[in-house]
């Protein structure tokens, strides 16, 4: 939804001279939003950005989100200096979570300005669980970089409980790599357009008992074809016939490698379906991936990952070279 003007800013107690709020003004704002998520990640020491077909991507899939009332602009003197936005999503074990995010430069930083967002946020998201069922378990969420201080302190303070880490971890290429053979009768294919709909559907299921899973819905699957980095010829996908069985969806940001002068391929997504765990096909996939980035004269391999993953995730990506860097932090307050 696209306002026709910028919409009204949600209710925040924020006395601080200077510092303003508005609401969402349409794309015309993606540039800013773009310059500010960018810069949050620049204090933040994270070397990774977004474009504004990221920011496009995004916003043309929306759901359970209405930019014309969920959203928050910080401006300091006129010039924004941070956005976020509320959201809601249903996990298939019935809990009910009410999301917020933050991004925001150094100049937003202060307590002053990001306590009265959060708080506007929290209204907000009390507002939106009213219209759902009572009797579902219902929470607020957000999350965190765990070095980001000057936002965790405040939801600490806030009652908010730490629920979940996810490691970001990096692989040099120069580091050798043993490809592992997949199980029998297992292969990996190209993957063709009149597969993509087969390998989205097995992801999907593959995910599905990981915690914080939510069902995913039609806008989801367009986003995942018109995403940016979308490259199935990249994509380590294996098969069983005609069953997808597992995948890395391996990507190149581009933008993101000339900006921090580097080469990076991710090896993320990482999935396998119930019934050919345990057989080899993730270390398999994962050090395809690698080998392949090698010979394509990437420095390094990137992904993120559950600390908590149930399938032993870490060690696997562990056992083959990769290494924390950064962890992020997951949030939850039960509603009262």
């Known amino acids: 939804m696209q306002p026709k003007t910028c919409s009204l800013p949600m209710e925040t ?11 969402f003004c349409g794309t015309k704002d993606y540039p800013a939003m773009v310059d500010i998520y960018n810069g949050s990640n620049k204090a933040n020491d994270e070397e990774e950005i977004i474009t504004i077909q990221d920011m496009i991507n995004t916003y043309d899939h929306i759901q359970r ?29 019935g809990d009910h979570l009410y999301t917020f995010f933050l991004n925001m430069k150094q100049e937003g930083r202060r307590d002053d300005i990001v306590r009265p967002v959060i708080e506007g946020f929290i209204k907000r998201l009390t507002e939106m669980a009213a219209q759902h ?26 009652g908010f ?12 290429c120069s580091q050798p790599v043993e490809v592992n053979p997949l199980p029998e009768g297992v292969e990996v294919r190209p993957v063709n357009p009149e597969d993509y709909r087969a390998v989205f559907d097995a992801e999907s299921e593959a995910f599905r008992d990981h915690w914080g899973y939510v069902a995913p819905t039609e806008k989801d699957y367009q986003a995942f074809l018109e995403r940016p ?24 940001h581009k933008e993101e490698n000339e900006k921090f002068n580097r080469k990076r391929g991710y090896t993320e997504n990482i999935s396998v379906r119930r019934p050919w765990r345990r057989k080899g096909v993730a270390r398999s996939l994962l050090t395809q991936s690698i080998k392949m980035f090698q010979e394509m004269g990437m420095e390094e391999t990137a992904l993120g990952v559950d600390t908590e993953n149930p399938n032993g995730a870490k060690g696997l990506y562990e056992s083959v070279g990769y290494q924390e860097t950064k962890r992020h932090i997951t949030y939850r307050k039960k509603f009262n």
């Open 13 to 23: 107690n924020i006395n601080v001279p200077g510092v303003t709020t508005r609401g």
């Open 65 to 93: 989100s209405d930019v014309s009332s969920d959203m928050l602009f910080i401006e300091i003197n006129g010039k924004p200096v941070g956005y976020g936005r509320c959201m809601w999503d249903a996990e298939e074990n």
């Open 133 to 158: 069922a009572a009797d579902v378990p219902k929470y607020y969420q957000s999350w965190a970089l765990e070095s980001g201080t000057w936002y965790t302190h405040v939801l600490d303070e806030m």
């Open 161 to 172: 409980e730490k629920v979940r880490y996810d490691m970001a971890m990096i692989r040099p």
């Open 229 to 252: 980095t979308f490259n199935p010829a990249l994509w380590k996908v294996a098969w069983d016939g005609d069953q997808v069985v597992g995948m890395v969806r391996n990507f190149i």
